[in-house]
C-alpha cells in the first residue's frame, strides 16, 4: 500500500536501518487474510471410531452386512458430486480390527501412551458397472449367497460370492437387469421357501421381485413378479418376517401389502385385484397422508404393518392371518369396516391406530424382536417409541435424540439387551443407543452410549445409515462425508 502524496516531503525511497530490518515481530493471530475481518474457522472432530474406510469419493448412500459373516461389509455411493458421476461401490472385510481395551487407561501398563489409532480398511472388492450414484445394496437370505446393487441409473446387478477353504470371500458379476428409471430401495426375502430373492421399489412407482439362480445360465436374474398400482415413487417395501407377503408405500401415499407367493390367493384372502391383501390409497379419507408416505414396517408375528409419512403421521394397518378364516379390507370397505384395535385379530387391511406424536415426516420404523415395541425416527429430531400391545401408546417420546437434525434410521438390537435397546442415527452425525425400557413419564435418561466421528451438521455431514448385526457389539456407519466408520460398543 503506497502512502498518501504529500508535496512536502521528499519523493525519494525512505530506507530502514539496518537493526529495524532485522527486528522479528511476533505473529500472535497466525496468516489472515488483509481484506477479511472473519478470523478462520476451528473445526475440531471427536472421534471414537476404531476402524475407518474412506475410499469413496462422495457420500456414501447405502450400506448393507453379510447375514452369516458380519464382518463383510458392502457400502455405495457416487464417484463425484458431478452428474455425470458414475456409481461405485466397494466391500471390505472388520474382521481383522482389533477391539480396544473395557479397562481405563490407568489400568494400562503405561498410562501416559497414547490412544490406539483407527484402523484404516482396505477394499475385497470393487462393485461397478453402474452408470450412476448406487444408492441401494442388500445381501440375499438366508445365507447371502450373492450381492445385489441398485442406483439411481436403474440397473440391478447381481455378484456372486465365494468363499474358500480359508474363509477368503471372492465376488464375480452375475447378472443384471435394467426395467426401471431409478431403483430406490432393496429388500431381501428372509423365507427358507424362497430363498436368494430380492424385492425392489423405483422411482415410476413399480415394485418387482427377482429370484437369483446361478445355475441357469442362461437366465440366473428371474422375474417372479412385477406390480404397477403405485401412481408415484415407490418409497420404502418391507418383507413380512415369514416372506409370504411384501408391504410397499409410496408418495401417493397408497398401502399394498402383495400376496407374492400365492399363499393368501390359495386360500382366498386378497382383494379384487389378484394381488393384494392389503389395498389402501390417499382417497380414503381415514387413511390418506397429505405429502406421501416413506417408512414401513411388520411386526415379527406379520399381523400388522405400520406406515409412516409427512407431518409425523403413523397408521397401523391390519394384515390377514393365513391360518384364520378372514376377509381382506380395500380403501372402499375399510371405511365401513375398521374399527381401530377392536377389530377382528384375522381381519386384514383394518386400520388400527391413527398415531400422531412427532411434528414431521416419520423417516424410519422399526419394531423390537422380542418386546410389543415400535419405533419411529422424524425429520423433526426425535424418536417416539409405542407399546403395541396397549392401544399403541407412547412409551418414550424423545424429543432431541438427534437435536434438531432429521433421524435417518432407526433400528432394535436383536440379539442384545432383550429387545430393549435400539439404536439410531441422525443428520447430526452421531450414532446413538438407548435403552427404552421404563414408562413414558420416567425422568432417567434413556441414553445408553453415542459414537461420534462424521463431521455432522446436517447435509455433508450426517449418518446415512448402519448395520450393527445381530448382536449389536459393532456399529458400521455410511457417512455423508464419504467416510464409513466402525464403532465398538
Known amino acids: 500500500?503506497?502512502?498518501?502524496?504529500?508535496?512536502?516531503?521528499?519523493?525519494?525511497?525512505?530506507?530502514?536501518?539496518?537493526?529495524?530490518?532485522?527486528?522479528?515481530?511476533?505473529?500472535?493471530?497466525?496468516?489472515?487474510?488483509?481484506?477479511?475481518?472473519?478470523?478462520p474457522e476451528e473445526i475440531t472432530l471427536h472421534n471414537d471410531s476404531i476402524a475407518y474406510f474412506d475410499a469413496h469419493k462422495d457420500s456414501v448412500f447405502t450400506i448393507a452386512q453379510h447375514p452369516t459373516q458380519p464382518s463383510l461389509i458392502a457400502t455405495g455411493g457416487s464417484e463425484g458430486e458431478g452428474d455425470d458421476a458414475p456409481g461405485k461401490g466397494y466391500v471390505f472385510d472388520t474382521s481383522p480390527v482389533v477391539g480396544r481395551p473395557v479397562l481405563p487407561p490407568s489400568y494400562n501398563a503405561d498410562p501416559s501412551s497414547q490412544p490406539p489409532k483407527s484402523t484404516e480398511l482396505n477394499p475385497l472388492f470393487t462393485i461397478e458397472g453402474h452408470s450412476d450414484s448406487i444408492n441401494a445394496l442388500a445381501f440375499t437370505l438366508p445365507n447371502g449367497e450373492f450381492l445385489v446393487s441398485g442406483g439411481l441409473d436403474g440397473r440391478l446387478r447381481t455378484y456372486q460370492l465365494s468363499i474358500d477353504a480359508h474363509n477368503k470371500p471372492t465376488f464375480s458379476f452375475l447378472a443384471?437387469?435394467?426395467?426401471?428409471?431409478?431403483?430406490?430401495?432393496?429388500a431381501p426375502c428372509p423365507s427358507q421357501k424362497y430363498p436368494n430373492t430380492i424385492a425392489l421399489g423405483a422411482s415410476d412407482g413399480s415394485v418387482w421381485v427377482y429370484t437369483i439362480d446361478a445355475s441357469d445360465s442362461s437366465n440366473p436374474l428371474q422375474i417372479v413378479q412385477s406390480y404397477f398400482l403405485h401412481t408415484e415413487s415407490c418409497t420404502a417395501g418391507a418383507w413380512s418376517p415369514d416372506g409370504n407377503f411384501l408391504a410397499t408405500?409410496?408418495?401417493?401415499?397408497?398401502?399394498?401389502?402383495?400376496?407374492?407367493?400365492?399363499?393368501?390367493?390359495?386360500?382366498?384372502?386378497?382383494?379384487?385385484?389378484?394381488?393384494?391383501?392389503?389395498?389402501?390409497?390417499?382417497?380414503?379419507?381415514?387413511?390418506?397422508?397429505?405429502?406421501g408416505l416413506y417408512s414401513v414396517a411388520i411386526d415379527p408375528k406379520s399381523t400388522f404393518v405400520a406406515v409412516g409419512g409427512a407431518g409425523g403421521a403413523i397408521k397401523i394397518v391390519s394384515i390377514p392371518r393365513l391360518g384364520a378364516d378372514s376377509q381382506p379390507v380395500s380403501s372402499k370397505q375399510s371405511k365401513a369396516k375398521a374399527k381401530g384395535a377392536q377389530a377382528g385379530s384375522g381381519q386384514g387391511g383394518t386400520i388400527l391406530a391413527d398415531l400422531q406424536t412427532q411434528s414431521d415426516g416419520i423417516e424410519t420404523l422399526s419394531f423390537s424382536p422380542k418386546q410389543s415395541l415400535l419405533a419411529a425416527g422424524s425429520v423433526d429430531g426425535?424418536?417416539?417409541?409405542?407399546?403395541?400391545?396397549?392401544?399403541?401408546?407412547?412409551?418414550?417420546?424423545?424429543?432431541?435424540?438427534?437435536?434438531?437434525?432429521?433421524?435417518?434410521?432407526?433400528?432394535?438390537?436383536?440379539?442384545?439387551?432383550?429387545?430393549?435397546?435400539?439404536?439410531?442415527?441422525?443428520?447430526d452425525g452421531v450414532v446413538r443407543r438407548w435403552d427404552v425400557r421404563g414408562a413414558a413419564s420416567s425422568t432417567e435418561s434413556s441414553l445408553v452410549k453415542e459414537w461420534r466421528g462424521h463431521r455432522g451438521d446436517g447435509e455433508r455431514g450426517g449418518v446415512l445409515g448402519f448395520v450393527q448385526g445381530t448382536t449389536g457389539e459393532r456399529v458400521v456407519t455410511a457417512g455423508d462425508d464419504g467416510v464409513v466408520l466402525v464403532f465398538e460398543a
Open 1 to 39: 500500500m503506497s502512502a498518501p502524496h504529500q508535496d512536502d516531503i521528499d519523493d525519494a525511497p525512505e530506507l530502514l536501518d539496518a537493526e529495524d530490518a532485522l527486528e522479528e515481530i511476533e505473529d500472535v493471530e497466525g496468516d489472515v487474510a488483509m481484506d477479511s475481518d472473519d478470523e
Open 176 to 186: 443384471e437387469s435394467q426395467e426401471v428409471p431409478e431403483v430406490n430401495w432393496l
Open 249 to 291: 408405500v409410496s408418495e401417493d401415499s397408497s398401502l399394498y401389502v402383495w400376496d407374492v407367493w400365492g399363499e393368501a390367493t390359495a386360500k382366498n384372502l386378497v382383494n379384487d385385484n389378484g394381488q393384494t391383501v392389503v389395498s389402501l390409497t390417499g382417497q380414503d379419507q381415514r387413511f390418506g397422508i397429505e405429502g
Open 382 to 427: 426425535s424418536i417416539a417409541v409405542y407399546d403395541t400391545s396397549r392401544r399403541f401408546a407412547v412409551r418414550r417420546h424423545i424429543k432431541e435424540a438427534h437435536e434438531e437434525f432429521s433421524v435417518v434410521k432407526v433400528d432394535f438390537v436383536s440379539g442384545l439387551g432383550d429387545g430393549w435397546l435400539l439404536t439410531s442415527c441422525g443428520m
